[in-house]
């Protein structure tokens, strides 16, 4: 397994954010890649956050009682974010996952955010050779 490379495995087509987008927006695209998180990008490209489902669930249930959307995604993202790097073997990813609730961590490299790890794909891979 030490073989195996987060960059391997890593998810390249999940959306990115800005912090000025419209969250309405965000969570459409969220819902339609099927991803658990995607990564807020500020305007130098660098990582400023992450807005996960569960960070959607307030405005949602504030748009379906008041039938409106308001909000910016910097309004909701969680700040201060847990990444791995694109060169970190899966087995230190899997640890991860154990120490942190998280589902999905950005993958960078340097500070430049190269895609999304999945804990169902890391799961995916160590059954495989398990």
């Not at 969220?30 to 569960?54: H, S, Y």
């Not at 609730?101 to 790890?117: K, N």
Request: with cysteine.
């Amino acid at each position: 397994m030490t073989e195996y490379r987060v960059g391997a495995i890593m998810r390249t087509d999940n959306p990115t954010l800005t912090p000025e987008m419209p969250i309405r927006r965000a969570v459409a695209l969220l819902v339609d890649a099927r991803a658990a998180a995607a990564a807020v990008l500020g305007d130098d490209g660098r990582l400023v956050g992450i807005l996960t489902q569960k960070d959607c669930f307030r405005p949602a249930l504030h748009a379906s009682y008041h039938r409106e959307w308001t909000g910016q995604v910097g309004d909701q993202i969680s700040r201060g974010v847990i990444t791995v790097d694109v060169e970190d073997e899966v087995i230190r990813a899997a640890e991860m996952f154990l120490e942190h609730p998280h589902r999905v961590f950005p993958v960078v490299d340097g500070t430049r955010v190269m895609g999304m790890l999945d804990r169902s794909d890391i799961l995916a891979l160590l059954s495989r050779f398990g």
